[in-house]
């Protein structure tokens, strides 16, 4: 009996852990060559992470679109990365994905993939416990860290404003608004 429950406890708290992470919905991902021509054409998964076959060298556009109604409202940020090069867009609205959607260009060298994320920008709230600003900081490409909330003056929200995770003008224009109504949160 004591196993049973402590099981069910166990899935429980899982359950609760896992809704208090968004998921972003998936994401049409089209990869052309320089002359035009669809090298890949996918979706992201449900982390919002791509990845394309091995390429030739050349210098690709990557197409983000959907027409998901989810996305709108939110900021999310775009990371798209080819061996050593790397192409970051934050505070992409949620809007700019349907339509024309949103392209980024990446230089990919000889038998590389491109691999790729969609994933919330950072918001602010409040801790109710400590009185604390939290910043949240997605997850990115690579890591094996999913997304979290760290407190403001954190050394890793220091090193996500000063690596472009995290903008200084959202993260005021977020606080402006101290019910986190902006947020969507």
């Given amino acids: 009996m004591k196993n049973i429950l402590r ?16 998921v972003v919905p998936a994401v049409s991902v089209t990869v052309s060559d320089g ?19 091995n390429l030739k060298a050349g210098n690709y556009v990557v197409q983000f679109n959907s027409s998901s109604a989810a996305l709108k409202g939110q900021q999310y940020t775009l990371v798209i990365s080819a061996g ?14 349907h339509g024309g959607g949103v ?44 997304g979290r909330w760290v407190p403001e003056d954190s050394p890793e929200a220091v090193a996500a404003r000063q690596s472009g995770l995290v903008r200084t003008e959202d993260v005021r224009k977020i606080q402006d608004h101290a019910d986190g109504a902006a947020t969507g949160r």
Avoid: W
Avoid at 41 to 46: D, L, S
Avoid at 84 to 91: D, I, R, Y
């Fill in 7 to 22: 099981f069910a406890s166990i899935v429980l708290f899982l359950l609760a852990v896992s809704v208090g992470y968004s």
């Fill in 84 to 97: 050593t090069k790397k192409v970051v867009a934050n505070g992409i609205t949620g809007d700019k994905f």
């Fill in 35 to 53: 002359g035009g021509k669809v090298a890949f054409k996918g979706a992201t998964g449900e982390s919002g992470t791509f990845a394309t076959p």
């Fill in 103 to 146: 392209a980024m260009k990446l230089e990919v060298g000889s038998g590389l993939h491109i691999t790729g994320q969609v994933a919330e920008t950072a918001t602010v709230k409040i801790d109710p416990k400590s009185k604390k600003k939290m910043i949240y900081i997605a997850p990115t490409v690579g890591s094996n860290m999913p």
